[in-house]
């Protein structure tokens, strides 16, 4: 079974500033997809940014965007430009053959003006 | 287009009941997925269908069932209610058969269990 950590509970970020959340997981697949998602306390979940683990370039969506390192089975996002809709609870996903998304226990992301 | 809607929003059982859940997927998606969500054990898979038929089951046990219908929505249905069972339900709903493709999430239902 894949395993997804997040070691950070909190992030706390100045707003316009950069944060990044950590990342890891562990496979022996070797096709495979990443995610990250946002929960704000509406508790709806929001696609933040998706990656494929064959392509090498790191995936990109305006202010946020990961550092993929496929080797070391890390994959971290950050954001760039905080801004107070950011504050989230921010979860790491792994999805492999069989389609289901394996989520991490989240990071909870608090942006002060 | 419509988005995931999930009913009912709220529902407040007692121990020893049973409840069923309702999902209706974005308009041309057949792939419908299930989530459980709480405090202690965060979000676990539940279940997946695809055209009506069950693609992967989580680690739960046998009173969490669902189905899925031609028209793509999804129930779950849970049996013999424990005060555990107590959580955000989320279904998620994605357009291929293949991995890789966006699941779109619900608002969810939050049950508890008294």
């Known amino acids: 079974a894949q395993t997804v950590t997040q070691s950070q509970p909190e992030m706390s970020v100045q707003e316009a500033e950069t944060v990044t959340l950590s990342c890891t997981y562990d496979t022996s697949e070797s096709d495979y997809y990443l995610f990250w998602y946002k929960q704000p306390p509406s508790r709806q979940m929001i696609l933040v940014i998706r990656q494929e683990a064959y392509k090498q370039q790191n995936a990109t969506e ?52 | 287009k419509a988005g995931v809607t999930q009913t009912p929003r709220y529902l407040i059982k007692t121990r020893g009941q049973q409840v069923t859940l309702s999902c209706s997927p974005i308009s041309g998606h057949r792939s419908v997925s299930w989530y459980q969500q709480t ?64 699941q779109y999430f619900g608002p969810g239902t939050r049950l508890t269990v008294t």
């Open chain 1, 62 to 113: 305006n202010r946020f965007s990961v550092n993929f390192q496929k080797a070391a089975k890390s994959f971290s996002l950050k954001i760039s430009d905080s801004q107070l809709g950011d504050a989230a609870m921010y979860f790491c996903a792994y999805q492999g053959n069989d389609y289901k998304l394996s989520f991490g226990a989240g990071t909870t992301v608090t942006v002060r003006a």
């Open chain 2, 39 to 102: 405090p202690g054990q965060g979000l676990q898979f539940l279940f997946e269908y695809f055209s009506e038929t069950q693609r992967n089951k989580g680690n739960f046990p046998g009173r969490f069932s669902g189905r899925q219908f031609s028209n793509s929505r999804s129930e779950m249905n849970v049996s013999t209610l424990e005060l555990g069972d107590s959580a955000l339900y989320l279904c998620a709903s994605s357009l291929a058969n293949r991995g890789g493709y966006e």
